[in-house]
Antibody, heavy 116, light 110 residues
Framework: EVQLVESGGGLVQPGGSLRLSCAASGLTISSNDMHWVRQPAGRGLEWVAAIGPAGDTYHAGSVRGRFTISRETVKNSLYLQMNSLTDGDTAVYYC??????????WGQGTVVTVSS | QSVLTQPPSMSAAPGQKVTISCSGNSYNIGNNYVSWYQQLPGTAPRLLIYENNKRPSGIPDRFSGSKSGTSATLGITGLQTGDEADYYCGTWDSSLGARVFGGGTKLTVL
């Protein structure tokens, strides 16, 4: 069974940092187009970042320079390093795979709360 | 404000049909594939439609997708109470260089 499991969310103060992880099973992270998508409570989906099979990375304008997507082949895991967090970054963060130009596999999400 | 425009809410009776619209422009829907997602309360999104009108395995044929110009539509027939959810459209936007989503449509089956 293909599964993505996020972790690393929590409560952090404004200006702080957090690193999210996404562990994959039944799927090889480094062979796939992997993304982070977030959803503030009660609101819609927002694309955050992507990393392609070749290691090319892309970040949404709202997080560029603050967030960094990466992966670790040995651990078959995806990461999102988040720095200089603001309350606008409060959301559920999902790890997802893009295939056939759509997000076909999603994790259960991890909650990030930025508050003093 | 979302790049793609969806009606915030819709409602229909069980057994009826509903169509949810998603409007964009030539930089997104007009020249890229559209996908649709269902999000039941408290759960992660689930892919319903990819490449405008294709269904992943396991998605019933009550769900259908279409695209014309800069708009796309999700159709759901034979509505069931279990279809109550938020529905999102998504695509690539070449002017933004980003994946984009609609604001979501909350479907009520009553």
């Amino acid at each position: 069974e293909v599964q993505l499991v996020e972790s690393g969310g929590g409560l952090v103060q404004p200006g702080g940092s957090l690193r999210l992880s996404c562990a994959a099973s039944g799927l090889t992270i480094s062979s796939n187009d992997m993304h982070w998508v977030r959803q503030p409570a009660g609101r819609g989906l927002e694309w955050v970042a992507a990393i392609g099979p070749a290691g090319d990375t892309y970040h949404a304008g709202s997080v560029r320079g603050r967030f960094t997507i990466s992966r670790e082949t040995v651990k078959n895991s995806l990461y999102l390093q988040m720095n200089s967090l603001t309350d606008g970054d409060t959301a559920v963060y999902y790890c997802t795979r893009r295939a056939h130009d759509a997000f076909d596999i999603w994790g259960q999400g991890t909650v990030v709360t930025v508050s003093s | 404000q979302s790049v793609l425009t969806q009606p915030p809410s819709m409602s229909a009776a069980p057994g009826q049909k509903v169509t949810i619209s998603c409007s964009g422009n030539s930089y997104n829907i007009g020249n890229n594939y559209v996908s649709w997602y269902q999000q039941l309360p408290g759960t992660a999104p689930r892919l319903l439609i990819y490449e405008n009108n294709k269904r992943p395995s396991g998605i019933p044929d009550r769900f259908s997708g279409s695209k014309s110009g800069t708009s796309a539509t999700l159709g759901i027939t034979g509505l069931q109470t279990g279809d109550e959810a938020d529905y999102y459209c998504g695509t690539w936007d070449s002017s933004l260089g980003a994946r984009v989503f609609g604001g979501g449509t909350k479907l009520t089956v009553l």
